[in-house]
């Protein structure tokens, strides 16, 4: 039975579109239709079509959607993602690579695939993304928010709205940390790497049109910073207020209303 992608919720904070759906199945299902429809309109008009993705749990309804739809040409998609952590062994199943080609790349074999190297010289890797990032402008974002309000691992400490570097290394905090845990990608907090690279604030905004998908009641806290407090480093997702094409998707469990 197809999942309804009628929204319980519809509704405006500032410039961004939020939608509330019963369950996270729903909400994956209508965030994947919509990026889809989204790349084949953009593929029904330009030659290529440059999509950055989030590596998260919270991300699997929305690439498992991606995956089964139809009528995409992704030949003509150019893939990144938009952080890494730093020193993973290369066949961790921790890595955000990794992740993403298990559950989209390899499945859907985009045209090109740039991955970030975390084991490289972080200096010369931020480099050499940033120069690819910055080739064309990006299409599409498909993104996610932590339970600390990051946006990829631009966690509170680090965020910068008007950074000037497309990608950084960082040191991650402890409630960013404490999630991958949660999320049950690492045993203990120990094992989870301080460092990473990732795509900054004014790099993931500068996508035409963004998608955010923010499942569980774990996000509520997160979601309703970003909703109702200030536009503020303090929850670096309240940012997304200020984009002009930014859908939130959320399911009931998330928004807490």
């Known amino acids: 039975m197809a999942v309804p992608l009628r929204p319980a919720v519809s509704t405006q904070v500032d410039r961004l579109q939020v939608r509330v759906y019963a369950d996270r199945d729903a909400l994956g299902a209508a965030a994947g239709a919509d990026v889809a429809g989204a790349l084949r309109d953009l593929l029904a008009r330009q030659a290529r079509v440059r999509l950055v993705c989030a590596a998260?749990?919270?991300?699997n309804e929305?690439?498992?959607?991606?995956?089964?739809?139809?009528?995409?040409?992704?030949?003509?998609?150019?893939?990144?993602?938009?952080?890494?952590?730093?020193?993973?062994?290369?066949?961790?199943?921790?890595?955000?690579?990794?992740?993403?080609?298990?559950?989209?790349?390899?499945?859907?074999?985009?045209?090109?695939?740039?991955?970030?190297?975390?084991?490289?010289d972080p200096e010369a890797e931020c480099r050499?993304?940033?120069?690819?990032?910055?080739?064309?402008p990006i299409d599409l974002v498909c993104l996610g928010i932590g339970e600390n309000g990051h946006l990829a691992f631009n966690d509170p400490p680090v965020a910068d709205f008007h950074d000037p570097a497309r990608i950084k290394p960082v040191e991650l905090d402890a409630a960013c940390r404490r999630q991958q845990v949660n999320d049950g990608c690492f045993p203990a907090l120990a094992a989870v790497p301080a460092r990473a690279l990732t795509l900054t604030i004014p790099a993931l905004l500068a996508g035409r049109r963004?998608?955010?998908?923010?499942?569980?009641?774990?996000?509520?806290?997160?979601?309703r910073q970003a909703l109702t407090g200030p536009i503020a480093t303090s929850c670096p997702a309240s940012i997304l207020r200020t984009h002009p094409r930014c859908t939130l998707y959320l399911d009931t469990a998330a928004y807490g209303a």
């Open 62 to 120: 929305l690439l498992a959607a991606l995956v089964a739809a139809d009528g995409i040409d992704w030949s003509r998609v150019v893939a990144f993602h938009m952080d890494e952590y730093i020193g993973l062994a290369p066949e961790a199943p921790q890595r955000f690579g990794r992740f993403l080609r298990d559950r989209l790349f390899d499945r859907v074999r985009p045209g090109a695939v740039h991955l970030i190297d975390g084991n490289a």
């Open 128 to 136: 050499r993304y940033a120069a690819l990032l910055t080739a064309a």
């Open 210 to 223: 963004l998608f955010c998908a923010v499942p569980g009641p774990t996000k509520r806290e997160a979601v």
């Open 56 to 59: 998260a749990p919270s991300q």
